[in-house]
Nanobody
Framework: QVQLVESGGGLVQPGGSLRLSCAASGLTSDYENIGWFRQAPGKEREGVSCIRRSNGLARYTDSVGGRFTISRDTAKNTVYLQMEKLKPEDTAVYHC????????????????????WGQGTQVTVSS
């Protein structure tokens, strides 16, 4: 079992920045990929970014490319999502998730590929 805890959400003005953290505990050798997903009210869950734990290969959805950066600290079993130039449309609950399989980057934004989920952290971008 892997437990995931997100932190770092909050209220920020448009153009501002936030850094989300996803701390993994439990059998931390039991996952290969971490993904960040978000869900806004009335909208479907969307894959934002994902990273492979072994080599740091990452992928981003088009709407956040160039603004968000995903990274990992394997010693701390923590994955970060640095979010810059935030927009009101980035407002959502952000969840991290872990997959026990090594995913191709082409499928790592697919939420059905993930087995463990955190409880989420709210990000609100508003003036």
């Amino acid at each position: 079992q892997v437990q995931l805890v997100e932190s770092g959400g909050g209220l920020v003005q448009p153009g501002g920045s936030l850094r989300l953290s996803c701390a993994a505990s439990g059998l931390t050798s039991d996952y290969e990929n971490i993904g960040w997903f978000r869900q806004a009210p009335g909208k479907e869950r969307e894959g934002v970014s994902c990273i492979r734990r072994s080599n740091g290969l990452a992928r981003y959805t088009d709407s956040v490319g160039g603004r968000f950066t995903i990274s990992r600290d394997t010693a701390k079993n923590t994955v970060y999502l640095q979010m810059e130039k935030l927009k009101p449309e980035d407002t959502a609950v952000y969840h991290c998730a872990a997959s026990t399989r090594s995913l191709f980057l082409s499928s790592c934004l697919d939420s059905s590929q993930y087995h463990y989920w955190g409880q989420g952290t709210q990000v609100t971008v508003s003036s």
